[in-house]
C-alpha cells in the first residue's frame, strides 16, 4: 500500500514481519508516518524464522503420531490428536514461506481422524450431526485463516495491538477486509466504523490521501448493516 523504502522485506513473511510491513510508512498508524527501523525488521525475521524452524520439529512429530495411531485407540487419544492436528494447521497458517504442503498434510490427517471419531460413535445420530457441525466450522475457520490478516488476528500471541485493529483493517486488501469482518459481530464492527470514520476525517484535516480508504469504510459499514440484520433475524 505504500513504499517500502529500501527496507529488505521478503516476499512470503512471517506474522511479525507482516505486521511491521503493515505498519511501514502507512499514516493510517500515525501521522506523519513513520518507518521501521532496519533492526526491529531483522529482529522479526529472525523470531519469525525460529517459530517456523520450531513448526517444522513439531509437525514432524505430530504427523508421526497420527501415523502410530493404532486402530482401537481410545477417543480421548483420539481427540487429543485431533486437537494437535488442529493447532498445527492454525499455526502454519502464520508463518513465513510456502505451507501449501504442510496444511494439505495436515487437513487430510484431520479427515482421517474424524473418520475414526465416525467410526467411534456408531449409530448416535446426535453424535453424528455434532461432528457434521464442527467439521463445518472447521472448514469455515480454515478458509478465512487463508487472509493473512485473520491469520494474524487469531493468533495467541497476534502483533497487532488492540488500538492497532482498526488501522489493520484500513491497510488491509479487499480479501483480508472481507474475511476479518466475519471475525466480529454488528457492535463490534459498530465501534471499528466509527473509529475508523474518526481516523478519516484526522487525515482528511490534515490533507492525507489513502488509496482506497473509502472504499474499506464502505465495506466496514455494510458489514456492519449486514452483521446487525442477521442478528435481528435470528
Given at each position: ?43 522479526a525475521q ?28 481410545g ?6 490428536l ?7 494447521y ?57 487472509q493473512?490478516?485473520?491469520a494474524?488476528?487469531?493468533?495467541p ?23 476479518a ?6 457492535q ?9 470514520e474518526?481516523l ?35
Amino acid at each position: 500500500m505504500f513504499a517500502d523504502s529500501d527496507l529488505p522485506f521478503t516476499h512470503k513473511p512471517g506474522r511479525r514481519e507482516r505486521h511491521l510491513r503493515r505498519r511501514h510508512v502507512n499514516p493510517l498508524f500515525g501521522w506523519p508516518p513513520q518507518e521501521v527501523a532496519p533492526e526491529r525488521l531483522l529482529d522479526a525475521q529472525r523470531a519469525d524464522h525460529e517459530e517456523l524452524e520450531a513448526f517444522r520439529h513439531s509437525f514432524r512429530g505430530v504427523v508421526q503420531r497420527a501415523v502410530d495411531l493404532p486402530p482401537d485407540a481410545g477417543s480421548d487419544l483420539v481427540l487429543e490428536l485431533k486437537t494437535d492436528l488442529e493447532r498445527h494447521y492454525e499455526q502454519a497458517c502464520g508463518l513465513p514461506e510456502d505451507q501449501t504442503e504442510p496444511k494439505a498434510a495436515l487437513a487430510k490427517l484431520i479427515d482421517v481422524i474424524m473418520r475414526t471419531l465416525l467410526r467411534h460413535v456408531g449409530d448416535d445420530a446426535t453424535a453424528h450431526q455434532e461432528l457434521a457441525d464442527e467439521a463445518a466450522a472447521r472448514q469455515i475457520h480454515f478458509r478465512l485463516l487463508e487472509q493473512p490478516l485473520v491469520a494474524d488476528l487469531l493468533h495467541p500471541e497476534t502483533p497487532i495491538l488492540p488500538q492497532e485493529l482498526t488501522p489493520s483493517l484500513l491497510s488491509a486488501t479487499d480479501s483480508e477486509l472481507a474475511a476479518a469482518c466475519e471475525l466480529f459481530d454488528g457492535q463490534q464492527l459498530a465501534v471499528i466504523r466509527d473509529e475508523a470514520e474518526a481516523l478519516a476525517q484526522r487525515l482528511a484535516e490534515s490533507s492525507v490521501v489513502v488509496d482506497g480508504l473509502d472504499r474499506r469504510l464502505d465495506h466496514l459499514r455494510r458489514a456492519e448493516a449486514d452483521a446487525t440484520g442477521a442478528r435481528r433475524a435470528d
